[in-house]
């Protein structure tokens, strides 16, 4: 099983920048894909963006686009989503998961989440 850990939330205000980190453990960090979840209050878990293994192909949420980029060092076996132009509506606890299995983010590890609350 892999162990991710988030940092980088935080409080800031609209049309502020943020950027999240998120750290595994094992040597197999470099043979998955990762993504980036958020869940605001009172709704559903929402698919962010997504990195392949190698960095190759990379997907993001329309709401998201040329806002959020997501990256990853597979030296330092972490993912990274820089968050800029942040609005109020992207308020929410912020998730990294693994597709350690191949089967899917929903049946791969999950990190416990980091807080981002944007003002207005």
């Known amino acids: 099983q892999v162990q991710l850990v988030e940092s980088g939330g935080g409080l800031v205000q609209a049309g502020g920048s943020l950027r999240l980190s998120c750290a595994a453990s094992?040597?197999?960090?470099?043979?998955?894909?990762m993504g980036w979840f958020r869940q605001a209050p009172g709704k559903e878990r929402e698919f962010v963006a997504a990195i392949s293994w190698s960095g190759g192909s990379i997907y993001y949420v329309d709401s998201v686009k040329g806002r959020f980029t997501i990256s990853r060092d597979n030296a330092k076996n972490t993912v990274y989503l820089q968050m800029n132009s942040l609005k109020p509506e992207d308020t929410a606890v912020y998730y990294c998961?693994?597709?350690?299995?191949?089967?899917?983010?929903?049946?791969?590890?999950w990190g416990q989440g980091t807080q981002v609350t944007v003002s207005s």
């Open positions: 094992g040597r197999t960090f470099s043979r998955y894909a």
């Open positions: 998961a693994a597709d350690n299995n191949g089967l899917g983010y929903q049946k791969g590890s």
